[in-house]
């Protein structure tokens, strides 16, 4: 299965931007799906992540009632809406897969996520 993020940018503080993971050679159902991000100097952070069925989902305290995952897929592709983005919000956003699904494992665990996108910039000036 191949992930490919896209939607990144150049904003301004305060602004949205809506990221994407379209996904290929696999169905969307078959995943559980997340979003990750590092930004220069530091470790990779889980965002969001979402199960297969929708009815889980994860999101850091950090981006709490800003930030929001949801899934399509129809279009087998996963999407953040990032509002309100603020200067630490800056950093390469991934998009991971797995096929896992018991549902007492963390979403938001990095280690459990197979397939990697390539990754999309986010940069937020102040």
């Known amino acids: 299965v191949q992930l490919q993020a896209s939607g990144g940018g150049l904003v301004q503080a305060g602004d949205s931007l809506r990221l994407s993971c379209a996904v290929s050679g696999g169905t969307l159902t078959s995943y559980r799906m997340g979003w990750f991000r590092q930004a220069p100097g530091k470790e990779r952070q889980a965002v969001a992540a979402?199960?297969?069925?929708?009815?889980?989902?994860y999101h850091a305290d950090s981006v709490k009632d800003r930030f929001a995952i949801s899934r399509d897929n129809a279009k087998n592709t996963v999407y953040l809406q990032m509002n309100s983005l603020k200067p630490e919000d800056a950093a390469v956003y991934y998009c991971?897969?797995?096929?896992?699904?018991?549902?007492?494992?963390?979403?938001?665990?990095?280690?459990?996520?197979?397939?990697w996108g390539q990754g999309t910039l986010v940069t937020v000036s102040s």
């Open positions: 991971a897969a797995t096929t896992r699904s018991n549902v007492r494992e963390p979403l938001s665990d990095s280690r459990l996520y197979i397939y």
């Open positions: 979402i199960s297969q069925t929708g009815l889980r989902t």
